[in-house]
């Protein structure tokens, strides 16, 4: 039996996962004046989401609805990352790691360790520079994300031509 991909089961998927971060975050989320997350097209600008570039309403894809519910998902509890170690992680699935939350702190790895530990912001960013002062750029390379937005990847190609 083929799965359907769009109609009602989208609906009722995308309504799904709203109910676990709430239906009014999921709302706001949905008819915020932005681009798209996942392709940069516009969302209605001044108009608000779920309109296209040629005000037709309502108009959002199941990527968009994905990634803006990732990012108001919950965050990942930093108990998660002393109780599971890197081995735990390779056996899990892609989406249900997805499906445990969002990070929202910077993780690191020390040397033989089989452990994520969570690090503050200013500690993460120190470890960054050290290690890019201490690297050849002609031996280096950068890396963005497909799911990063337009103004990240902006910043990501300022910072490197400057490095």
Request: proline share 4%; aromatic share 12%; net charge positive.
């Amino acid at each position: 039996m083929k799965k359907a991909v769009s109609g009602f089961s989208s609906i009722t998927a995308a309504l799904k996962i709203a109910s676990k971060v709430g239906f009014g975050n999921f709302y706001r989320s949905i008819t915020s004046r932005n681009t798209c997350k996942t392709c940069a097209l516009g969302m209605g600008g001044q108009k608000g989401g779920m309109t296209n570039e040629v005000s037709s309403f309502p108009e959002i894809c199941k990527k968009s609805i994905q990634a803006q519910l990732t990012d108001i998902q919950k965050a990942i509890p930093e108990s998660y990352f002393k109780d599971n170690s890197i081995d735990d992680f390779k056996r899990i699935t892609p989406r249900k790691l997805e499906r445990y939350g969002r990070l929202n702190t910077p993780l690191y790895k020390k040397k033989l360790s089989n452990h994520y530990t969570p690090i503050s912001w200013n500690k993460a960013l120190e470890k960054i520079i050290i290690t890019l002062q201490q690297t050849d750029p002609e031996k280096t390379f950068f890396y963005s994300s497909g799911r990063s937005s337009n103004e990240a990847a902006f910043l990501l190609q300022l910072f490197v031509r400057v490095y």
